[in-house]
């Protein structure tokens, strides 16, 4: 089975930290994808990474940075946080797109609190 | 552009209820259609899809068709069960790109005994 581990499942800083949230899948898998959920507004995308040391921004990007300096790990960096940041943030992996969509693989989510 | 409307919630039913929820999507070209549920405290996790028109998807006893011509993938179940309480997010792929997934904005099922 697929699994994709995210670092915490519940953080809370301070606004202004430098946050950061890890993500680790152990299928070999090349994409993979970092979202925020929000009530109502469902999965936005924030950054996915192709392969390592490649980085592509999403519909959010604002405010987040991302490093993959390995395949199988994918970290969201919040340079200073802010409360406006706290979410739900969910990671994601899957193959390459090659004729046929993959399905995505899910993390169990970190709950992000900026007090 | 690609989008995914799905109907609002929440949504209460009764254990051994017939249920429907309403999906449709906007996309270019010949998307692939998903079906993803979220259990409490839990992450994202595929319950079906469908790759192509007329193409049905099924899996735990949910059941939906991908129908071209009214661009919709609505999600059914004959008799829902306590266990089925989740929120439930309709998704597209549009076969371009990193295989990004356009997500609607979810629609949570409580089942009551």
């Known amino acids: 089975d697929v699994k994709v581990t995210q670092s915490s499942r519940y953080l809370v800083k301070r606004t202004g930290e430098k946050v950061f949230l890890e993500c680790v899948q152990d299928m070999d898998h090349e994409n993979m994808f970092w979202y925020r959920q929000d009530p109502g507004l469902g999965l936005r995308l924030i950054y996915f990474?192709?392969?390592?040391?490649?980085?592509e921004k999403g519909d959010i990007p604002e405010g987040y940075s991302v490093s993959r300096e390995k395949k199988e790990r994918f970290s969201l960096i919040l340079e200073s946080a802010s409360t406006n940041q706290t979410s739900m943030y969910l990671c994601?992996?899957?193959?390459?797109?090659?004729?046929?969509?993959?399905?995505?693989?899910f993390g169990p989510g970190t709950r992000l609190t900026v007090t | 552009g690609n989008s995914v409307t799905q109907m609002e919630g929440p949504v209460t039913l009764s254990e051994e209820a017939f249920l429907t929820i309403n999906c449709t999507y906007t996309a270019t070209g010949y998307p692939s259609l998903f079906w993803y549920v979220q259990y409490p405290g839990e992450g994202l996790q595929l319950l079906l899809k469908?790759?192509?028109?007329?193409d049905k998807g099924s899996n735990k006893g949910f059941e939906a068709t991908y129908r071209k011509e009214t661009t919709s993938f609505h999600l059914e179940k004959g008799s829902v069960q306590v266990s089925d309480s989740a929120v439930y997010f309709c998704a597209l792929s549009d076969r371009t790109g990193a295989n990004n997934l356009f997500f609607g904005t979810g629609t949570r099922l409580t089942v009551i005994p």
């Open positions: 994601a992996s899957s193959l390459p797109l090659t004729g046929r969509p993959y399905e995505q693989y």
């Open positions: 469908a790759t192509k028109a007329d």
């Open positions: 990474s192709y392969d390592v040391k490649m980085k």
